[in-house]
């Protein structure tokens, strides 16, 4: 049942207030002053709170100034006999859901609480899922290589200078293009990325710049490309040593002109996109094989930044595989298992060719099929090597 508090210094109004919003099947609470009101939303949890504007002690707005320093912030109505649309817009601007004239309208105010609750469930439902993907896409690890990264990332996250993230198959280079998005100015904008070595290269451009309606005999309506969906955000190009010649130069003038043109059109379109590229290739080999462009390479690598293989990091996989087994005990509902100390120095010595994605699927593996305290038995009967 939703939590309402009701601020206002007009007992009437509070219990008019208070029987509607009861009848509607509302938990309610209240407060005859702004300064009774502020102590109520610091020791309790309300969904909603419906304050007056002008009271004795602490008036509504310095109640809506003083909210905004929780961390617990439950939506605001303000309500006033004595409003204006400049105390509405100030209102609006300081946080407040909406501003209901007095008397209220019994049916604007319903839909408005509704309304405010609607969008309290989906603030906390974001929040949530802000909290797991963050908690997803941890850098997991303290050794000497991987500090050097996360100290990079802090340092170069906060520009918009381009970075190249080189290193073999499965350490992790999309999850360090995501920490230098969520850490940038640009991380309330999108992060779209593209993987070069999955779209066929007559279909690479389409994709990148988008096309016009009939470029080609598919092409049956206008599409953007990824460029303009990442528009104000960060695009990020995920093997792209795998990109044709011909696509890499309309990528070479995007990061030049700041400007992409859609397949089949003659209108330029301004894109402002920050560019993070990823490769487990030798650019520089591929560059002497003319297989990718020199002007390119060095465009993309203003920073570059190499993550480290696992057997490079060794001292991590403790960490790692102790991550793995809570996420993996939890998305398959199941009490977390346990791995003993010879297991887990059994697994340091493999050589873990397919990197962390590997040690990732070994891990499931023994939850699966090992014994509720996973031990060396079990590595030597699941595990490949």
């Known amino acids: 049942m939703p939590k309402i508090l009701i601020i206002d210094d007009e007992r009437v109004i509070r219990a008019t207030l208070k029987e509607i919003l009861e009848y509607e099947k509302y938990d309610i609470s209240e407060a005859q002053d702004g300064e ?75 839909l408005t609480v509704r309304n405010a609750l609607d969008k309290k469930v989906l603030v906390t439902e974001t929040k949530v899922l802000k909290k797991k993907l963050s908690k997803k896409l941890d850098m997991v690890g303290e050794s000497e290589p991987i500090k050097q990264v996360k100290d990079t990332i802090e340092k170069v996250a906060p520009t918009d200078a381009r970075v190249l993230i080189t ?37 690479i451009e389409s994709e990148l710049f988008g096309h016009e309606k009939g470029a080609f005999t598919s092409a049956n309506k206008q599409r953007q490309g990824k460029f303009e969906q990442a528009d104000g955000g960060t695009l990020f190009l995920d093997e792209i040593g795998d990109m044709s010649l011909s696509a890499q130069a309309k990528v070479l003038r995007a990061l030049q002109e700041h400007k992409v043109s859609r397949v089949g059109g003659d209108k330029d379109i301004r894109v402002d996109v920050r560019v993070l590229a990823a490769t487990n290739k030798d650019l520089k080999k591929e560059i002497e094989e ?38 993996i005990s939890k998305e398959y509902g199941t009490a977390k298992k346990e791995i003993d100390r ?23 593996r023994l939850v699966i099929l090992g014994e509720k305290t996973i031990c060396l038995d079990d590595i030597k009967k699941y595990a490949d090597y």
């Open 342 to 364: 010879a297991a887990l120095s059994k697994l340091q010595e493999f050589p873990w060719t397919g990197n962390i994605r590997e040690l990732r699927n070994v891990v499931e």
């Open 36 to 110: 009774e009101g502020w102590k109520k939303i610091q020791e309790e949890d309300f969904d909603l709170v419906l304050c007056d504007i002008k009271m004795p002690k602490m008036d509504g707005i310095e109640v809506l100034d003083k909210v905004a320093t929780l961390d617990k912030q439950p939506q605001f109505i303000m309500i006033s006999a004595h409003g204006s649309i400049e105390t509405a817009v100030e209102a609006t601007k300081k946080g407040a859901f909406d501003f209901v004239p007095k008397p209220p309208d019994l049916n604007r105010l319903l």
């Open 290 to 327: 003319g297989k990718f462009r020199e002007d390119l390479y060095h465009r993309l690598s203003v920073i570059l930044i190499q993550v480290p293989a696992l057997k490079d990091r060794k001292e991590d996989i403790p960490l790692l595989v102790e991550k793995f087994l809570e996420d």
């Open 167 to 203: 290193g073999p198959n499965g350490t992790g280079k999309e999850l360090v293009a995501h920490w230098l998005h969520a850490k940038s100015n640009r991380s309330a904008s999108p992060f779209i990325a593209v993987n070069c070595a999955a779209i066929p290269s007559e279909l």
